[in-house]
């Protein structure tokens, strides 16, 4: 199974929008509810963010949201903070019953 | 409080064996999925496998497959990663998750880091 495919880096401003694009195929993010974004700091452990596609965990701040389209999932941040400044990775369980990430997006915040 | 304890880091020689341990608290261990993570350095996050400890329902992730042994003792709350003989490839940090079936982990461990040189 191949990582799915996110672009290297986004950026955008403070109190901005921003919307990062995870793709795969229907064996994985088009084949499944089972999409989740990761918030990466540097030196720290991954943060789960979104799960299910769409779902927030208790606590985590309602100005990120994930959605689906086909095989490409994404994750919009609105109101951008300087916090956000971070790696951002998706995930996806797939045919093999086994997860895959993505290869991973840097976000800065300008 | 849910937790999940990653044994210390290790500097280890090729060729060598190594196992190293994730310890849940705060919640029923054979009721989750333990997930291996691996984070090459300066790199991205990568599934190794799954398992359920309450029956050692194990999946690998194919590139993994062969490659390592995720095992578990429910009788200790603890998950296992563990090498027959290690690569200077192996070099990195490694991260346990408290997951589902799906690998969408909530609970991360804070990471062990493996260095593999002579």
């Known amino acids: 199974q191949s990582a799915l495919t996110q672009p290297a880096s986004v950026s955008g401003s403070p109190g901005q929008s921003i919307t990062i694009s995870c793709t795969g195929t229907?064996?994985?993010?088009?084949?499944?509810?089972?999409v989740s974004w990761y918030q990466q700091h540097p030196g720290k452990a991954p943060k789960l963010i979104i799960y299910?596609?769409?779902s927030r965990p208790s606590g985590v701040s309602s100005r990120f949201s994930g959605s689906r389209s086909g095989n490409t999932a994404s994750l919009t941040i609105s109101g951008l903070q300087a916090e956000d400044e971070a790696d951002y990775y998706c995930?996806?369980?797939?045919?093999?019953?086994?997860?895959?990430f993505g290869g991973g997006t840097k976000l800065t915040v300008l | 409080e849910v937790q999940l304890v990653q044994s210390g880091s290790e500097v280890i020689q090729p060729g060598e064996s190594l196992k190293i341990s994730c310890k849940g608290s705060g919640y029923n261990f054979t009721n989750y999925w333990i997930g291996w993570v691996r984070q090459m350095p300066g790199k991205g996050l990568e599934w190794m496998g799954i398992?359920?400890?309450?029956?050692?329902?194990?999946r690998y992730s194919p590139s993994f497959q062969g490659q390592v042994t995720i095992s578990a003792d429910k009788s200790i709350n603890t998950a296992f990663l563990q090498w027959s003989s290690l690569k200077a490839s192996d070099t990195a940090m490694y991260y346990c998750?408290?997951?589902?079936?799906?690998?969408?982990?909530?609970?991360w461990g804070q990471g062990t880091l493996v260095t593999v040189s002579s």
């Open positions: 998750a408290r997951t589902d079936f799906s690998s969408s982990g909530d609970y």
């Open positions: 398992i359920y400890p309450d029956d050692s329902d194990t």
């Open positions: 299910d596609v769409n």
């Open positions: 229907g064996s994985d993010v088009g084949g499944y509810n089972y």
């Open positions: 995930s996806s369980y797939t045919s093999s019953s086994t997860g895959v």
